[in-house]
C-alpha cells in the first residue's frame, strides 16, 4: 500500500491543522494505515520501556465502556478505564478487564477458511482473503428476498453499515440477537418506553441521586444494561449523597448479587413481578392523593397478596415507603419481563416512576440519547422459520453464537443445515461457526476500528470509538472491509464508501457541529481528537426527559403464573460474569469466583436448603433438570437465597466448542428453555417448571468460598 | 528538587459502596501476572487471588444475606509473616514503607503464609504455562513468578515506582491519587481508595478517620495499613 505512513507522520500531518484543510481532506483515510507492530518490528514511535496509551471501546457487552489499553512495544498489556468517558468514568468490570485474554487467546480463527460443512468429501481448506471476497460478492447477487444478516449488539457501525447494505440490495434488515439482552428483558424495556413515551429509547434510571429505589429484577450490578455506570451510581446512592444514604429493596425470586447488596430482598413468586406493581402503585397513588390511574386497577391488592406470596401489610408498608420517600426510583428488568407478562410490568414500573412524578428528575427517569436496537426472539423464530422452509439462500452471522445463545428448543440448528449458504464473521470457533460453511474472521475489537453509539449507562448524547491498539495478529479482516470490498466487486454501485474508515468518518461527521467538547475545522483533525480521546460526547450531562401524555386503559392481559405441579420447581436462568457465554473462553473469567456462590469453572443447581435436605441432597450431587424442552446435568449448590419452589441455573457454561478453556464444562441451560416470547416479542421463560432426578454421581464444584480446597471436603 | 517526603501508603475499603463484583480480583490478576490454575489446582485450594472476596451468608432465608469484604494483605506496620522468613524474601521496603514478596530469595518454606493471621499469602505450587500467544499480554513491570514462590498482594509498587519517578521526572510531588493500584483503578463502585497516609488532607486519609472505620483482627496488633469501613443497614462489616 503506498500510502501506508507512520503514525509519526500521521500526528505531524495533523498538527499542521486548519491551515492545510484543503490539501488535507482530499488525502483520504491516511490513518487506516497506521501500523501498530509487535516488538520484533517495532514502530519508531514506540520507544522500549516506554508504554504507549490507546483509547477505545470495550466490546466484551453491548454496554460500551471507554477503556485505554496500555501497550509496551507493540503488545497490549492492561485495559485500564478511560477516566472521561461518560458510561464508565474510567471503571471497568470483570468481562472488560479480560479482554486481552480474546485478543491473544490460542483457539483464534487464524485466516479464511472453508469447511466442509455436511459433506466429508469435500474437505475444508484455507483461502485468500480475495477468494472470500469473491464468495461474499457472489453470495450478494443471491436473491435479495432470500439475504439474511443475523448480527449480535456490537459494534454499531457494523449494524449501521449492513443496514445500509440490505437496504440498497432490497434485503430484509439484519436483525441483532445476544443471550445478555434478552435475559434482561431488553426489547421488553424498549418496547414499554415506545408504548409509553413514544420513541424506541433505553431508559436511564439516576440512580445516584435516587433515595428509596425498587428494583424488580434488575440486576444492574452485575449484568443489566451497563453494569459500571450502575455499580458507580450505587456506590454513590450509598455514599455519595450527604442528605441521607439511599434504600433499595429487590424483588426476586433468586437472590441476584444486585438483591445481596439490598437493605431487603423480597422473594415473590416468579411471574407475580406485574400483580405487585399494580398493587403497589394503586397504594402509592392513593397515599400520594393522586386518582389511581385504570391501567393500575387490573389487579386487586388482595389477588397480588395471594398470587406473589407477598402478605398485604408488608405490600402496604412497601407502598408507604415509596409514596413517601422524597427521591423514589423503581426499576425493572431481567426476571420481571423475561416472561408473559413482562410487557405490562414494563410499563407498569414506567407509569409507578411517572405517578411519583420523578421523569426528567434528580434521581428519576431519563432516556438514552440514541436510540435502541430491540433483539426480539419473536423475529428469529421468524427467520428459522424461513429457514427452515428454505426461503434463505445465504445468511451472514457476526457477533452472535445462536446454537449456544438462543434455546435449543426454536430448533435453530436443524434450520441451520438447511441453509445452503452460511457465511460466519466470528473470531473464535464457536458451535455456530463449526456449522457455518466459510469463516471469514473479523479482527479482535483490540485491533478494531468501530464505534458504539447506542450507549445505556451514558448520561449525555455520546459516541464511543474503537480503534486498534495492536496490528492484527493474524490474517484476519475487518467485516465493514470484506462488505465493502464484496459490494464493490459486485458490480453494483451499492455503496458510497472506500473502506471501514472511510465509511466511520462519514458517519461522525456530522458530530464536527453537533456541540460536543472538542471539534475541529475538518474530518481528519476531528478524526485525531475522536480516536485520542476515545470518542465524543457533549461537555455537560442532560438527557431527553421522556413525557408521558396518557397513561393506556391497560397494559396488557395479566396471566396469573401457574404453580408448578407436585415435585416440580420454577427453573431460572441468570447471567452472572460471564454474560453470554462468549466470555467462557477467557480463563481469568473462568478461574474468577462467582460472585455468590464463589464457584469457578464450571456450572451448578441452586437449591433451597431446605428443599435440598427433603430431597436428600447435599453440595456437589450431580442432578439432571428435565423441562419438556430437554434435559441438562450440574452439581447442587445449597444456595440460601433463593425461594424453596425455585431452581437456577447460571448462562454461560456448557460450550461444545469456542476453545480449550471453554469446551465441555458446565452445562447451557438454552438447551432447556422454552422457545416463547412475550408481547414485546421478548424471549419468555420465567414461569417454566422443571423436575429435579439425582444421579448418584458427585461432582464437587472448585469453591473459593472453602479456603482450604473442597476436595478434602468428601 | 524540592526533598521528598516518604508516603506512607493506605488503602481504605468501603464496605458500604462494595457490591462484591470481584473486577478487583481480575484487575489485579492481570496487572501483576498472577497465573489461572484451572478447577481442580482451584478444587485444592491452591488458586493464586492475591485479593479475594470474602462472603459470607448473614440471617435465614428470607432475610439471608451475604456479606461482602474483600481482603489482600493488609501491609501490617507490624507485620507476623516477616520475622519467620529465614532467608528476608518477606521484607519491608524502607522507600515505600510496605511489606515486600523478593521472589528470588524465597526458598518456600511457607512460615510467612503460616503466620499471616489474613491468609494474604499464595504459594506458587506449579508452573503455569500460558500458550503462545498469550504471553504477549504479560507486564514487563512485574517479575513472573516460578513455582516453589510464596507471592502475595504489593500495592502494586511497580505503580508506586512508577508514579515517584514520573513526579521526581517532572520536579514536583505525587498528586494525591496519581497513583492507584489496579484493583483501585477497576472498582466499580469507587469502594477502594489508595493514598498517602502521612497526609492529613489525602482523601484516603480523610477516609481512614471515618467513624465507619476497623481494622481486620485488630487486637493482634499488626497495624494493617487497610482501613475498612463498615458497611451500613444489614449488609457487609
Ligand atoms: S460493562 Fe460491558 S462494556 Fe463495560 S467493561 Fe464490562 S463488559 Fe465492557
Ligand atoms: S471491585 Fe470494588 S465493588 Fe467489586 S468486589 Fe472489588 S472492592 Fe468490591
Ligand atoms: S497481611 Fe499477611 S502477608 Fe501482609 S504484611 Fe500482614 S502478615 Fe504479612
Redesign the pocket.
Known amino acids: 500500500m503506498s500510502e501506508k505512513i507512520s503514525r509519526r507522520d500521521f500526528l505531524k500531518l495533523t498538527a499542521m491543522g486548519a491551515a492545510t484543510t484543503a490539501v488535507m481532506t482530499g488525502c483520504g483515510p491516511m490513518s487506516r494505515y497506521v501500523v501498530r507492530r509487535p516488538y520484533t518490528q517495532m514502530p519508531e514511535y514506540n520507544q522500549t520501556g516506554e508504554s504507549t496509551y490507546y483509547a477505545s471501546?470495550?466490546?466484551?457487552?453491548?454496554?460500551?465502556?471507554g477503556?485505554i489499553v496500555r501497550t509496551r512495544e507493540g503488545r497490549a498489556l492492561t485495559i485500564e478505564?478511560n477516566p472521561n468517558h461518560p458510561?464508565?468514568r474510567g471503571r471497568?468490570?470483570?468481562?472488560?478487564?479480560t479482554?486481552q485474554q480474546g485478543l491473544y487467546n490460542p483457539d483464534r480463527i487464524r485466516a479464511p477458511r472453508f469447511q466442509g460443512r455436511s459433506n466429508p468429501a469435500t474437505p475444508g481448506r484455507d483461502l485468500t482473503w480475495d477468494e472470500a471476497v469473491q464468495v461474499v460478492a457472489t453470495a450478494l447477487q443471491k436473491p435479495p428476498q432470500r439475504i439474511a444478516f443475523l448480527l449480535g449488539l456490537a459494534p454499531d457501525h457494523l449494524y449501521d453499515l449492513v443496514s445500509e447494505l440490505t437496504q440498497a440490495l432490497g434485503a430484509p434488515p439484519p436483525l441483532r440477537y445476544n443471550a445478555l439482552a434478552a435475559l434482561e428483558g431488553r426489547t421488553t424495556l424498549i418496547e414499554a418506553v415506545r408504548r409509553l413515551f413514544g420513541s424506541p429509547a433505553l431508559p436511564y434510571f439516576d440512580l445516584a441521586q435516587a433515595e428509596v429505589t425498587l428494583a424488580f429484577g434488575a440486576d444492574f450490578l452485575q449484568s443489566w444494561l451497563?453494569?459500571?455506570t450502575y455499580t458507580r451510581a450505587y456506590g454513590a446512592m450509598r455514599q455519595g449523597n450527604p442528605r441521607r444514604r439511599g434504600e433499595l429493596i429487590v424483588f426476586e425470586p433468586r437472590q441476584s448479587l444486585t438483591a445481596g447488596n439490598a437493605d431487603r430482598w423480597v422473594p415473590i413468586v416468579p411471574g407475580s413481578e406485574a400483580h405487585v406493581v399494580l398493587a403497589l402503585g394503586q397504594r402509592v397513588a392513593e397515599l400520594r392523593g393522586l386518582p389511581v390511574p385504570e391501567a393500575f386497577r387490573a389487579v386487586r391488592p388482595e389477588e397480588a397478596a395471594q398470587v406473589s406470596g407477598l402478605p398485604l401489610e408488608q405490600l402496604e408498608t412497601l407502598a408507604q415507603t415509596f409514596a413517601t420517600a422524597t427521591r423514589p426510583l423503581a426499576l425493572v428488568g431481567g426476571s420481571a419481563l423475561t416472561q408473559p407478562n413482562g410487557l405490562v410490568t414494563a410499563q407498569a414500573v414506567l407509569a409507578l416512576n411517572a405517578l411519583v412524578g420523578n421523569l426528567g428528575q434528580p434521581g428519576g427517569v431519563f432516556l438514552s440519547a440514541a436510540a435502541a436496537t430491540p433483539t426480539p426472539l419473536a423475529e428469529v423464530k421468524a427467520l428459522v422459520e424461513r429457514m427452515q422452509a428454505g426461503e434463505v439462500d445465504v445468511l451472514f452471522i457476526h457477533g452472535v453464537n445462536p446454537l449456544f445463545e438462543v434455546p435449543a428448543a426454536l430448533g435453530f440448528e436443524a434450520a441451520l443445515a438447511r441453509v445452503p449458504l452460511v457465511i460466519n464473521f466470528a473470531a473464535f470457533p464457536d458451535e455456530t461457526a463449526l456449522k457455518s460453511d466459510y469463516l471469514f474472521p473479523d479482527h479482535s475489537p483490540l485491533e478494531s476500528f468501530g464505534y458504539q453509539r447506542s450507549l445505556a449507562g451514558s448520561d449525555r448524547p455520546a459516541w464511543s470509538a474503537l480503534q486498534p491498539v495492536v496490528v492484527p495478529l493474524y490474517d484476519t479482516r475487518a467485516t465493514v472491509d470484506v462488505l465493502l470490498a464484496a459490494a464493490q466487486a459486485s458490480g453494483q454501485a451499492l455503496l458510497p464508501y472506500r473502506d471501514e474508515v472511510d465509511f466511520i468518518q462519514q458517519k461522525i461527521l456530522p458530530l464536527i457541529n453537533a456541540g460536543g467538547f472538542y471539534t475541529a475545522p475538518e474530518i481528519l483533525t476531528f478524526w485525531s481528537r475522536w480516536l485520542q480521546h476515545g470518542g465524543w460526547w457533549t461537555p455537560a450531562a442532560g438527557l431527553p426527559t421522556p413525557t408521558l401524555e396518557r397513561l393506556p386503559a391497560s397494559f396488557g392481559t395479566l396471566t396469573p403464573p401457574t404453580p408448578p405441579a407436585e415435585g416440580a420447581f420454577y427453573l431460572l436462568t441468570y447471567a452472572n460474569h460471564l454474560?453470554d457465554g462468549s466470555g467462557a473462553n477467557r480463563p481469568w473469567l473462568q478461574e474468577l469466583p462467582d460472585a455468590m456462590t464463589t464457584v469457578t469453572w464450571n456450572s451448578w443447581v441452586e437449591i433451597h436448603p431446605r428443599t435440598a435436605e427433603e430431597l436428600g441432597l447435599k453440595d456437589d450431587d450431580v442432578v439432571r433438570i428435565t423441562t419438556p424442552y430437554g434435559s441438562v446435568e450440574a452439581s447442587v449448590y445449597r444456595y440460601p437465597a433463593i425461594r424453596p419452589d425455585t431452581l437456577a441455573i447460571p448462562f454461560g457454561q456448557g460450550h461444545t466448542a469456542l476453545g480449550r478453556w471453554a469446551e465441555g464444562r458446565g452445562c447451557n441451560p438454552a438447551q432447556v428453555l422454552p422457545a416463547g416470547h412475550n408481547a414485546a416479542g421478548d424471549l419468555a421463560f420465567i414461569g417454566t417448571t422443571a423436575t429435579l432426578t439425582p444421579t448418584g454421581r458427585r461432582r464437587p464444584l472448585a469453591r473459593v468460598e472453602s479456603k482450604e480446597g473442597v476436595y478434602g471436603e468428601h | 528538587m524540592a526533598e521528598e517526603r516518604p508516603a506512607k501508603w493506605g488503602l481504605v475499603v468501603d464496605l458500604d459502596r462494595c457490591t462484591g463484583c470481584n473486577a478487583c480480583i481480575v484487575a489485579c490478576a492481570l496487572e501483576n501476572n498472577v497465573p489461572f490454575v484451572g478447577e481442580d489446582e482451584v478444587a485444592y485450594g491452591r488458586a493464586l487471588y492475591w485479593i479475594r472476596t470474602q462472603r459470607y451468608w448473614e440471617g435465614e432465608y428470607p432475610e439471608v444475606t451475604p456479606t461482602f469484604q474483600p481482603v489482600m494483605c493488609q501491609q501490617c506496620g507490624n507485620a507476623p509473616c516477616e520475622p519467620v522468613c529465614p532467608v528476608y524474601a518477606s521484607v519491608h521496603s524502607e522507600e515505600e514503607q510496605i511489606n515486600l514478596a523478593v521472589y528470588n530469595r524465597c526458598v518456600g518454606t511457607r512460615y510467612c503464609a503460616n503466620n499471616c493471621p489474613y491468609f494474604a499469602r499464595v504459594f506458587n505450587w506449579f508452573d503455569y504455562e500460558l500458550p503462545e500467544p498469550m504471553r504477549s499480554y504479560l507486564n514487563p513491570d512485574v517479575t513472573v513468578r516460578r513455582r516453589g514462590v510464596m507471592e502475595k498482594c504489593t500495592f502494586c509498587v511497580q505503580r508506586i515506582v512508577r508514579g515517584r519517578q514520573k513526579a521526581r521526572a517532572e520536579g514536583r510531588e505525587l498528586r494525591d491519587g496519581e497513583v492507584q493500584p489496579a484493583c483501585v483503578q477497576a472498582c466499580p463502585a469507587e469502594a477502594l481508595v489508595f493514598g498517602d497516609l502521612s497526609d492529613p488532607e489525602s482523601r484516603v486519609s480523610q477516609l481512614a478517620r471515618s467513624q465507619r472505620r476497623y481494622h481486620l483482627l485488630e487486637a493482634l496488633g499488626t497495624l494493617p495499613r487497610v482501613t475498612y469501613l463498615k458497611g451500613v443497614g444489614n449488609h457487609g462489616g
Open positions: 471501546t470495550c466490546r466484551e457487552c453491548p454496554a460500551g465502556c477503556i478505564g458510561v464508565n471497568l468490570c470483570a468481562r472488560g478487564l479482554a451497563s453494569p459500571v454474560g
